[in-house]
């Protein structure tokens, strides 16, 4: 099956640092990448869509200057949570969708801890 | 309100024995996933449908994205089956955008 590798599992950063982290897709191409947060509350948002030959789509609340997201190639993602505070704790979620597939797949997510 | 509306929220069974979750939408779904988030945080992909039903095992799942609804029945339970499950629509054409549940925390005992 298609497989997501995140990184870093989890980070504990300062308040007004920042944090980076990466998705990769193994053994496939992912057409589109979306990056997701659970947070502390459980509940799922969906920050941004990376889709081939479109530009990133950012959902309300949330900014390409907080999260700036970098698509190079169709195996790699990364996002960045500049400026980190309280807020933005949870658990970030990069869901890749393989060519010709309908469903994402998910990596296991890092998790952010803000002091 | 919550387009997706996820029940039980909570669930325990006996091992052997089964049950159902349910996920309501209020807008009309082109396409659900089915994920069980494992003790590591893994969301595990069960299901995709973008209708009918699908069987895998002990689990089946179903969607009728006319009626706004999904289920996903557990069979003969097992230890292993423990964990939060989710489901999570998606309403545009591309299938990027999921609308996920606030999951069901399910405990299998012996």
């Known amino acids: 099956g298609a497989l997501v590798y995140q990184y870093p599992r989890r980070t504990i950063c300062k308040s007004g640092t920042s944090m980076r982290m990466e998705c990769q897709a193994v053994?496939?191409?992912?057409?589109?990448v979306a990056w997701y947060r659970q947070s502390p509350q459980k509940t799922f948002e969906l920050i941004a869509l990376?889709?081939?030959?479109?530009?990133?789509?950012?959902e309300q609340n949330f900014t390409q200057e907080k999260f700036p997201i970098s698509h190079p190639n169709l195996s790699f993602s990364s996002m960045t949570v500049l400026n980190a505070y309280l807020e933005d704790r949870g658990l970030y979620l990069c869901?890749?969708?393989?060519?010709?597939?309908?469903?994402?797949?998910f990596g296991e997510g890092s998790k952010l801890t803000v002091l | 309100g919550d387009q997706v509306e996820q029940s039980p929220s909570a669930l325990s069974l006996h091992e052997g024995t089964g049950s159902a979750l349910r996920c309501n939408f209020t807008?009309?779904?082109?396409?659900v996933q089915w994920f069980r988030k494992n003790s590591r945080g893994s969301l595990i992909n069960l299901f995709y449908?973008?209708?009918g039903t699908k069987e895998n095992g002990r689990l089946k799942s179903a969607f009728d994205s006319k009626e706004r609804y999904s289920t996903l029945h557990i069979r003969d339970a097992q230890l292993e089956d423990s964990g939060t499950y989710f489901c999570?629509?998606?309403?545009?054409?591309?299938?990027?955008?999921?609308?996920f549940g606030k999951g069901t925390v399910l405990l299998v005992s012996p």
């Open positions: 869901g890749a969708r393989p060519q010709g597939a309908g469903q994402l797949y």
């Open positions: 053994g496939f191409q992912a057409t589109s």
């Open positions: 990376s889709t081939v030959n479109s530009a990133i789509k950012y």
């Open positions: 807008t009309t779904m082109r396409a």
């Open positions: 449908l973008a209708s």
């Open positions: 999570a629509a998606s309403y545009d054409s591309g299938y990027n955008k999921l609308t």
